[in-house]
């Protein structure tokens, strides 16, 4: 990138470039090591205009979180049309998931490894993009149980853990596909599609997994 | 616990109860918000008697994430016996790692949510830890692969991507079973079964999760 001449350009798109050196920035990293000499630098602008226009280093790290939650929420939701079924419903869902965050590596790491390295406020930001991303799977789980023949009796804490669990192994999935080089945003979904779907069908087919017939209840 | 009188306790006995008075107060607070006055309070002793002990804030960070990252996996190795079938050891693994996570809601916290609030070297160490859990759930599958009646062509990738999705999926469930009442470590390693082993059983028996029919190579 370098210094580029930014003169006589739209503040909307200066500050763009800014948040897009910040994120990079901070996303590899994290909030202390990162510094605003080295992010001014990479946007191609004075330091003294990275304050005038976001203030601090903290209003700065908390802007690139929220924009980065905002995009990938909104990618995902973009991609789950309520209109057809729900396997299809969920397999949208995580290729748009894992298209997002492997286009935009930096920004995942920032939400995923680096909002903690600011403190608490910063992490509750995280925090709440999970919480919709659980509630929009818990839904599509409900939903699935509803379509299900048979009356599947999955105890509503379980909907709640396997949504859990499955916005878990995408988060897991996401920094170990970016890490692994020729696997795509299509082979990780696949992935997660046979380990969570095909389970889940088992459970709504009335046949959960059973313990083992030797298995006590006295060792937990 | 208050200032308790620890004169002529052994120096090992008095340095545990210095690590769980720190354990408690990193993985409640996080490195930066947590005072050294605090966890000598917590631990009955004074405060240079903890920088004698363990040397400095740092490196009561690291012995902190490095007792209770040994712990938690020798928690589940212990548990894995390798002559049992490989749902058996999934099932005891599990069953060990949700109640260790339980029982140490703390060294959990620590871990899973604080350890990058110290910066690099401590999320190192917790990196280390995570990889361990994989390596053994990757043996698993692997062994899974093995038993199978069909040889089920699972890719390497795949089993990689698998045991990658099952380690997260057991983080994200262990981080909402300790924050939701009434879930026992026994339901949520049962979930975990349904939501992973079950899948498992339809790819090893040939089955894999196939993608709908009219979703074409464009999209992604």
Known sequence: MGA???KRMPRAVREQQMLDAAVRTFGRRGYRAASMDEIAELAGV??????????????????????????????????VRPDVPVDRQLWDGLRAFFTHTAEHPDGWSLLHLRARTGGEP?????TAMREELVALVTRLIVSATREACRDPHVPEYEVAGLAEALVGAAESLAGWSNGTPDVTARQAAATLMNFAWS??????????????????????
């Open 46 to 79: 004075s330091k003294p205009l990275v304050y005038l226009y976001l203030n601090s280093k903290d209003d700065l790290f908390a802007t690139c979180i929220r924009r980065e939650a905002a995009a990938l929420t909104d990618a995902v939701r973009t991609a």
């Open 122 to 126: 910063f992490a509750a930001e995280v």
């Open 199 to 220: 389970g889940l069908g088992n459970l709504l087919d009335g046949r959960p997994w059973a313990p083992p017939v030797d298995d006590g209840r006295t060792t937990s």
């Open 4 to 6: 580029v001449k930014t």
